[in-house]
T-cell receptor, first 110, second 114 residues
Framework: DAKTTQPTSMDCAEGRAANLPCNHS???????VYWYRQIHSQGPQYIIH???NNETNEMASLIITEDRKSSTLILPHATLRDTAVYYC???????????FGKGTRLSVIA | NAGVMQNPRHLVRRRGQEARLRCSPM?????VYWYRQLPEEGLKFMVY????????ESGMPKERFSAEFPKEGPSILRIQQVVRGDSAAYFC????????????FGNGTRLTVT
């Protein structure tokens, strides 16, 4: 699976958009980008995933660059409850394990 | 639709005892994955199972650890003769057998070895 690079930590003011970047420059054509988050010691929570088109759901938006070498997860109006570690993962094939890196620790500040 | 259910939530074992961790996947999901998270560390993949079959156990320690996902009932992660280093959170995830559906995780079992 392609390796991803994320900033170690980020801060965001409550109510503002949180934009979390991810580099995956070695991604290949059939690899999907997945985003998960882990709040404190809970189980990882699925957020969104995509292949090449931008995606949006009730939680977030995923913007993938045209060359697919990077992506951005956008939380449109961050709240204190969005404080968590966010993981960007690329996955080569269906029904294969996800490989978690260190992620980005997002702190939402009041 | 109930999510991935893991039990127990907390398990305390003395060194040398056996630990059994259970995972009931989401309804309609036939793929189960086990992960371990040591204190202050990241999530590490252990094993991937489909009903009655182990597909990938590349992350499983070679000794004392085993996993099964029988035709009926939950998936079981079994740790024999536990040691203090086995103390961790163990997470289970499941996915359906279609496309690139995401994995959905349970809230884990926290194993403490005394």
């Amino acid at each position: 699976d392609a390796k991803t690079t994320q900033p170690t930590s980020m801060d965001c003011a409550e109510g503002r958009a949180a934009n979390l970047p991810c580099n995956h420059s070695t991604i290949s054509g059939n690899e999907y980008v997945y985003w998960y988050r882990q709040i404190h010691s809970q189980g990882p929570q699925y957020i969104i995933h995509g292949l090449k088109n931008n995606e949006t759901n009730e939680m977030a938006s995923l913007i993938i660059t045209e060359d697919r070498k990077s992506s951005t997860l956008i939380l449109p109006h961050a709240t204190l409850r969005d404080t968590a570690v966010y993981y960007c993962i690329v996955r080569v094939a269906r029904n294969t394990p996800l490989v978690f890196g260190k992620g980005t620790r997002l702190s939402v500040i009041a | 639709n109930a999510g991935v259910m893991q039990n127990p939530r907390h398990l305390v074992r003395r060194r040398g005892q056996e630990a059994r961790l259970r995972c009931s996947p989401m309804k309609g999901h036939s793929h189960v994955y086990w992960y371990r998270q040591l204190p202050e560390e990241g999530l590490k993949f252990m094993v991937y199972l489909q009903k009655e079959n182990i597909i990938d156990e590349s992350g499983m320690p070679k000794e004392r650890f085993s996993a099964e996902f029988p035709k009926e009932g939950p998936s079981i992660l079994r740790i024999q003769q536990v040691v203090r280093g086995d103390s961790a959170a163990y997470f289970c995830a499941s996915s359906p057998d279609r496309g690139n559906s995401p994995l959905h995780f349970g809230n884990g079992t926290r194993l403490t070895v005394t």
